[in-house]
């Protein structure tokens, strides 16, 4: 019976627009292969050893840099709140939703994702080292947003509801960002301490 239905000249004449319409979505990529090679002049060499201590000699001027104080204004990427926010000394942002520190907390941000500086940037996997940048803040101000209109209608129903909501707003000042300790030393787990992740 159902191949009664396919065999229609209608059906047909459908399943082959269809083809049709496909066959003009189609792209086919312009590929060119050609045969030359490089000559051995251009031939680019890497030096393992070479690009270790290039490597290493960046290292030695950021922690330099960071000994000196000469970073300039340092800036971080924070994961607070399920949200990420990029912060300088100084800022002021709002976390949305409840949050259980009260006014006047001085908290410590310990998700830093990214750190950086005038001339270098510190970027984590997913997070950057815990005790290696310390990001400071305080709660200013607990308060509710705005008031928001959540209206509904559906025409010629007789149906229409209108609420209001205002959401929990937390005021948080970043005091300080700072690099502590130098950049790529794996700093001495201390076995007493136990973590739960």
């Not at 496909?22 to 060119?32: K, N």
């Not at 330099?64 to 300039?72: N, P």
């Amino acid at each position: 019976m159902f191949l009664n239905k396919l065999c229609r000249p209608s059906m047909i004449r459908r399943i082959n627009g269809l083809t049709n319409s496909l066959r003009r979505l189609t792209v086919t990529p312009a590929v060119q292969f050609s045969s030359k090679t490089l000559p051995e002049s251009v031939a680019v060499t890497r030096d393992a050893s070479l690009e270790a201590a290039s490597g290493q000699n960046v290292i030695n001027k950021v922690n330099e840099q960071v000994a000196a104080k000469e970073e300039g204004r340092l800036f971080a990427v924070v994961h607070l709140c399920g949200k990420q926010f990029k912060v300088t000394s100084g800022d002021i942002i709002v976390v949305e939703g409840g949050w259980p520190p009260g006014t006047g907390d001085k908290i410590r941000l310990d998700k830093v994702l990214l750190a950086g500086g005038k001339d270098f940037s510190l970027v984590g996997r997913p997070l950057v080292q815990k005790d290696l940048v310390d990001v400071q803040a305080t709660i200013i101000e607990k308060t509710l947003s705005h008031t928001r209109t959540n209206f509904r209608k559906r025409r010629r129903k007789q149906y229409q509801r209108i609420n209001f909501h205002r959401n929990e707003n937390t005021m948080v000042r970043i005091n300080s960002i700072e690099v502590k300790g130098k950049i790529n030393e794996n700093p001495d787990p201390d076995p007493e301490i136990t973590r739960i992740f």
